[in-house]
């Protein structure tokens, strides 16, 4: 009986040290506005208020390939990767939804690839490591006690903006110029479930005049012609854009040297590409601002700073 109750103790003990350190290493300036879990499942909630000026949602194809940080050295603008590993649609309302309580994009931007994952078929592992970021932040911001040392208190310790950089390259072996026939075996379908989520989105992005845009980067493994016409299709029917790098948009993606796996996910010589162009449409827009020269947005060209010395480094 003594030995249980010892284990029950030390496991309460434990869990409230987790618990604490989590706090500790949470953004300072957030924690009380918007509480533990969404600090830790949303790491745009620790930038300024109504500092980012467009959102990208999605799978990890967007955190592959679009390089906020390289946005903003070639166009001034800030933006976000708010992505996660097999990103579902409702995955992603939740994401816009606790972002525009803080924020006030111009433009978000939606990867199609997650219109066509089944959110009922999930992998396991994958619902259980979504909880534990939500409810354990010492898994995401283990290393965040560097603050405690900086005189900033700001959480902009992210300078990725939500980006993972890869150097490595594992070249692909598919051909291409047809990997997009290649890849339809079965023919795509758009879940009732997700359309209804996307419509959702779309009536949230109205009431808060933003600019919702379909995206479609460059992938042999995840993108083919069937998911393509029907995005296509359904993106002229909602009236909204539809930009893909797969048939529309060639970037001239080397495949033997800008893929980190064999052609399913860019690496940062891809990244660069895709987020180049995005800028280059961001500006076409008329809706953003260059912020480069505004004192408010110094800490965007410190990031940036960080960011390319950690390219140096690797």
Request: proline fraction near 4%.
């Amino acid at each position: 009986m003594k030995k249980a109750l010892k284990g029950i103790v030390f496991v309460l003990i434990l869990c409230m040290l987790v618990e604490g350190i989590s706090v500790i290493l949470l953004p300072l300036d957030k924690v009380k506005k918007y509480g533990l879990y969404k600090t830790s499942a949303y790491e745009i909630v620790a930038e300024e208020e109504d500092s980012v000026d467009a959102i990208f949602l999605g799978d990890s194809l967007v955190y592959s390939s679009i390089s906020p940080m390289e946005i903003w050295n070639n166009y001034g603008y800030t933006s976000y990767d708010c992505a996660q590993p097999a990103q579902i649609m409702p995955y992603a309302y939740d994401y816009l939804e606790v972002a525009i309580e803080s924020q006030h994009p111009k433009v978000v931007f939606i990867e199609a690839n997650i219109m066509f994952r089944d959110p009922d078929k999930l992998p396991f592992y994958k619902k259980i490591a979504y909880r534990i970021e939500n409810y354990v932040p010492i898994v995401k911001y283990h290393s965040n006690w560097k603050k405690y040392f900086t005189k900033s208190k700001n959480s902009w310790l992210n300078v990725n903006k939500g980006y993972i950089y890869i150097t490595g390259i594992k070249p692909s072996k598919k051909d291409p110029l047809n990997y997009m026939d290649i890849n339809d075996e079965t023919e795509a379908s758009i879940l009732p479930e997700n359309r209804e989520c996307f419509d959702d989105m779309i009536k949230m992005c109205e009431e808060n005049d933003i600019k919702l845009v379909l995206l479609a980067v460059p992938s042999q493994k995840s993108w083919s012609r069937s998911k393509y016409n029907m995005v296509k299709e359904y993106a002229a029917e909602k009236n909204v854009d539809f930009i893909d790098f797969n048939i529309d948009h060639d970037l001239e993606i080397d495949w033997a040297t800008e893929t980190k796996d064999r052609g399913n996910h860019l690496n940062y010589w891809g990244a660069r590409k895709v987020s180049d162009y995005l800028g280059s449409y961001l500006e076409e827009t008329g809706l953003l601002t260059d912020h480069r020269e505004d004192e408010r947005y110094k800490l965007w060209n410190t990031a940036y700073s960080i960011y390319k010395n950690n390219l140096k480094d690797r």
